[in-house]
T-cell receptor, first 112, second 112 residues
Framework: NAGVTQTPKFRVLKTGQSMTLLCAQD?????MYWYRQDPGMGLRLIHYSVGEGTTAKGEVPDGYNVSRLKKQNFLLGLESAAPSQTSVYFCASSIAPGNIQYFGAGTRLSVL | SQQGEEDPQALSIQEGENATMNCSYK?????LQWYRQNSGRGLVHLILIRSNEREKHSGRLRVTLDTSKKSSSLLITASRAADTASYFCAQSNSNSGYALNFGKGTSLLVTP
């Protein structure tokens, strides 16, 4: 049982490049979330989805886009990467609102 | 926004000692959750306590909740070196799909 899988695990980008982070969950969860974590900080919400085909902005959405075309996948896109987007990105899923969230192992992104 | 705040920011103890971490939050909650993060890894759920509960146990973990003071504490008894990690409390935010609001966490170091 894989749980929540994030790809890639590491990535280095140059300023202005684009990329997509993939989150896949095999638990049939409705709710999915993208967070970012910066040094010495807790996690901050970027975007979230309460079901297939739905997405919404979180606390720090600027510079990111998301899509949830399939229930099991939640994609996070950076159209034009900036150094301020250097961070560790975590995806999480939950079966119901307010329930336990299951996290992926994270994607460590550096933007030079 | 970071609704929760953990205290202390860092805690260093020896194996066998107890570790206590505190969490304060700002608004009413349905439940409060504690998560653990090993260095460079994703978050792992430890325990969830509902607003109508005052205390909950799980193995060597004991969580208390005082809704009148908007505070919670996590006690780890008989600490082991393997307990070295960062610990976060989190509350669900109904305004953002029940995403979790995290504080900056308590960094626990348990030395042999």
């Amino acid at each position: 049982n894989a749980g929540v899988t994030q790809t890639p695990k590491f990535r280095v980008l140059k300023t202005g490049q684009s990329m997509t982070l993939l989150c896949a969950q095999d638990m049939n969860h409705e709710y999915m979330y993208w967070y970012r974590q910066d040094p010495g900080m807790g996690l901050r919400l970027i975007h979230y989805s309460v079901g297939e085909g739905t997405t919404a902005k979180g606390e720090v959405p600027d510079g990111y886009n998301v899509s949830r075309l399939k229930k099991q996948n939640f994609l996070l896109g950076l159209e034009s990467a900036a150094p301020s987007q250097t961070s560790v990105y975590f995806c999480a899923s939950s079966i119901a609102p307010g329930n336990i969230q299951y996290f992926g192992a994270g994607t460590r992104l550096s933007v030079l | 926004s970071q609704q929760g705040e953990e205290d202390p920011q860092a805690l260093s103890i020896q194996e066998g000692e107890n570790a206590t971490m505190n969490c304060s939050y700002k608004t009413s909650i349905n439940n409060l959750q504690w998560y653990r993060q090993n260095s460079g890894r994703g978050l792992v759920h430890l325990i969830l306590i509902r607003s109508n509960e005052r205390e909950k146990h799980s193995g060597r973990l004991r969580v208390t909740l005082d809704t009148s003071k908007k505070s919670s504490s996590l006690l780890i008894t008989a600490s082991r070196a393997a307990d070295t990690a960062s610990y976060f409390c989190a509350q669900s935010n109904s305004n953002s799909g029940y995403a979790l609001n995290f504080g900056k966490g308590t960094s626990l170091l348990v030395t042999p």
